[in-house]
């Protein structure tokens, strides 16, 4: 059975934190086996706290370890639980996750002994329990070829070797000593620039559906567009340390988004113009109506479907407008930008 380092990066996790600890002690897997490092970046709310008493169940046997995380990005914090981990396999969980199986951890033991691969990749779903109307649009939105890059495997069912980039959360330790730990300069896609290097060093990854945990989705459209935009500043900066990541898969949104800004500015100077603006827009919310309608009448919730073109609307001009504001912003300072 495998020692595993279980990382948790976290900043104002309150509401969560103690479930995602409890779901992980109560995992069908030795308590001699795993430990779980918490690494905290400043919160001003009670986390520390409830982490603290979770330390103090355990003085001798320090199977929870709370640690500072003064920069506060998730990519700092995941290098300082590399730094402390006792274990030779380390695990990226997040502080606001839903661990449903209590075997997860077994499974992720039978992953890597089975597939003897560097890094193993879950699905991670939205869970829809107890969710209001807005939460369930925002998840069947997000499943839908329309809502997430189309190379991600996340919402996959299939066990299957892959590409790491933009999967793998579990990986040997001496991973990181063949690419390097998280890039701290990203505060967002940290997770896609290390395991794209893990791709470029050719290591195996296994994606792996057996430990697949879940998310609640976003409460309001105002941090659904959040969420997008850092998605989006994240992918440019990628671009800018790996030119190799360019594509129109992910970057599609930006120059879709940067169309509809200069068709608006520039349409009526000629008829023609202003023809094929008319005809983009029609196209593009043609085929979202068509797929939320698609949604809700597969899934039977027709209470969502006036909910879902606003729901991909936030997604698409929150993702591009991420990536345009990325490139504006590092050209206005002087960087290299496209």
């Not at 976290?10 to 409890?22: G, M, T």
């Not at 109307?133 to 190379?151: C, E, N, V």
């Not at 120059?255 to 196209?283: A, E, N, Q």
Request: proline share 4%; net charge neutral; glycine share 8%.
């Amino acid at each position: 059975m495998l020692f595993l380092s279980i990382i948790i990066p976290v900043r104002n996790e309150e509401q969560h934190i103690a479930e995602v600890l409890d779901r992980l002690l109560e995992q069908d897997y030795g308590a001699d086996k795993f430990e779980i490092l918490v690494v905290d970046g400043s919160s001003t709310d009670n986390t520390t706290e409830i982490v603290r008493k979770y330390v103090e169940q355990y003085p001798l046997n320090p199977l929870i370890r709370l640690f500072e995380n003064p920069k506060r990005l998730s990519s700092a914090a995941r290098n300082i639980g590399i730094e402390h981990a006792h274990g030779d396999f380390v695990l990226i969980i997040d502080g606001h996750c839903l661990i449903e199986n209590r075997e997860m951890l077994k499974n992720i033991d039978t992953a890597f002994e089975k597939s003897q691969a560097d890094c193993l990749g879950r699905p991670q779903p939205l869970e829809m329990f107890g969710a209001s109307t807005l939460q369930w649009a925002i998840a069947f939105a997000r499943r839908s070829p329309l809502g997430h890059h189309p190379d991600s495997l996340i919402y996959s069912g299939q066990a299957q070797f892959s590409p790491a980039i933009s999967v793998a959360v579990a990986y040997r330790k001496k991973v990181f000593e063949t690419v390097g730990k998280f890039d701290e300069t990203f505060d967002a896609c940290e997770d896609v620039e290390l395991n794209h290097r893990i791709d470029n060093a050719n290591l195996i990854c296994y994606f792996d559906p057996a430990i697949a945990v879940h998310y609640v989705p976003r409460k309001t459209l105002t941090g659904l567009l959040f969420q997008m935009n850092r998605y989006g500043r994240g992918r440019v900066k990628l671009f800018r340390k790996h030119r190799e990541t360019f594509s129109l898969k992910s970057f599609g949104l930006g120059f879709f988004v940067l169309g509809i800004i200069l068709g608006l500015l520039f349409c009526w100077l000629h008829p023609v113009l202003l023809g094929i603006y008319v005809s983009v827009l029609i196209f593009y919310f043609s085929a979202v109506l068509l797929e939320s309608l698609r949604i809700a009448m597969l899934n039977r919730r027709f209470a969502i479907l006036f909910l879902l073109p606003i729901v991909f609307a936030t997604i698409h001009f929150g993702f591009g407008f991420g990536v345009l504001r990325e490139f504006i912003s590092k050209g206005h300072k002087g960087q290299k930008g496209l």
